[in-house]
């Protein structure tokens, strides 16, 4: 997604959960425990992927996107698709967006990443800067070349 900004990528931690069922320490029960509510967000609003679950190895994972943020209100923590997410992205200012993979066989879930969206993301341009500091730039350049002009006069 075009706006997309401050992503963190939980897949580490997930490879560390995932290397503490192999050697015994945790059980399936503990990481396989994905509410009603997940699953049946996974069902409605998910994103089916091509990845096998690391538990059961038998379904295809589904990606849930649950959104979060001050503009949203009463819609916050709601499970939306990927289109939806574009057409907010493009009205609201900026909000969180948590991606959970969920297992609808054994029900193993995991954050897989976070990231913030919005129209705040689209205000830098190519070279890193906003509107807003573009302007500023071409009115102190301005000033800078009227106060030269007063100096050559005198």
């Given at each position: ?9 939980y897949s580490l931690r ?21 509410s009603p509510y997940l ?46 997410l574009s057409v907010l ?66």
């Open positions: 997604m075009r706006t997309q900004r401050q992503v963190v990528d997930k490879r560390v959960v995932l290397r503490e069922l192999l050697a015994g320490r945790v059980g399936t029960y503990d990481l396989c425990d994905a699953k049946n967000a996974a069902r409605f609003h998910g994103e089916p992927t091509d990845q096998r679950c690391p538990i059961c190895r038998s379904e295809n994972l589904t990606h849930v996107h649950y959104i979060y943020g001050d503009e949203l209100k009463q819609s916050a923590g709601q499970a939306r698709t990927v289109a939806e992205a493009m009205t609201l200012r900026e909000f969180q967006v948590f991606v959970v993979e969920v297992c609808l066989g054994c029900d193993w879930n995991h954050l897989v990443e976070q990231y913030l969206l919005g129209r705040d993301g689209l205000t830098g341009g190519v070279d890193g800067g906003s509107e807003q500091e573009a302007a500023s730039g071409v009115a102190a350049a301005a000033g800078a070349g009227a106060r030269r002009r007063r100096e050559a006069q005198r």
